[in-house]
């Protein structure tokens, strides 16, 4: 079955420090995509990035950058320079499709604060 | 574009009565999807549907049901509320893979 771990639970770094939220997951199938999602306080679920299983290239963006390791089965989102604003609770997610659906298995997330 | 929408917000219910919550998107997804969020449990799976007619069941379908009767709505319902379906609900919609999920603002449940 699919399995998403974030062993972190919660988080709390000062702002300008950098910060890395691990993500592994467990899957049979060799062909699958992982996600990240953020939770503002606010409460919506907003979309960061989609990774497929045949693409290990590290992904930048700004100040978000993410490490896929397949030999690992890890998924781990670092965000540089960390700021206030990036205080939210992030889910790392895997494609699980069973049905003919793109259902997602999601982690129980990591908490993070940046204080200023 | 509104995206994906939820209806109602907020609710408060007794234990056992009765209640809808309706989910729209407007991005002509053939997917769509209701999870339920609670405190340390990220978010889980209730039931979803492929297209216009067909649902299926998810991770924690007992004491739910749902309808696919058009494809821009996915409703949820629940006939006889209990405290334990306390929760945030959150819709979501896709394309076919590869996609990510697109997700509703989320209606906060509360069973009393």
């Known amino acids: 079955a699919q399995k998403v771990t974030q062993a972190q639970t919660e988080i709390s770094v000062v702002e300008k420090e950098d910060v890395t939220l691990d993500c592994v997951y467990e899957?049979?199938?060799?062909?699958?995509?992982l996600f990240w999602y953020k939770q503002p306080p606010s409460g919506e679920l907003v979309f960061l990035i989609r990774?497929?299983?045949?693409?290990?290239q590290n992904e930048i963006s700004g100040r978000y950058s993410w490490n896929f390791q397949k030999s690992t089965s890890s998924f781990n989102f670092t965000i540089t320079a960390s700021q206030v604003v990036d205080s939210a609770v992030y889910f790392c997610?895997?494609?699980?499709?069973?049905?003919?659906?793109?259902?997602?298995?999601f982690g129980k997330g990591t908490k993070l604060t940046v204080n200023p | 574009n509104a995206g994906v929408t939820q209806t109602p917000k907020f609710r408060v219910l007794k234990t056992g009565q009765s209640m809808t919550l309706l989910c729209a998107q407007d991005m002509n997804h053939e997917y769509m999807y209701w999870y339920r969020q609670d405190p340390g449990m990220g978010l889980r799976l209730i039931h979803y549907s492929v297209g216009e007619g067909t649902t299926a069941k998810g991770e924690v379908p007992d004491g739910y049901n749902v309808s696919r009767l058009k494809k821009q709505n996915f409703l949820l319902g629940l006939e006889s509320a209990a405290p334990s379906q306390t929760s945030v609900y959150f819709c979501?919609?896709?394309?076919?893979?590869?996609?990510?999920?697109?997700f509703g603002p989320g209606t906060r449940l509360t069973v009393t």
């Open positions: 899957t049979r199938d060799t062909t699958y995509y």
């Open positions: 979501a919609s896709s394309r076919p893979r590869p996609s990510e999920q697109y």
């Open positions: 997610a895997l494609s699980d499709p069973q049905g003919g659906s793109e259902k997602l298995v």
């Open positions: 990774r497929n299983s045949f693409d290990e």
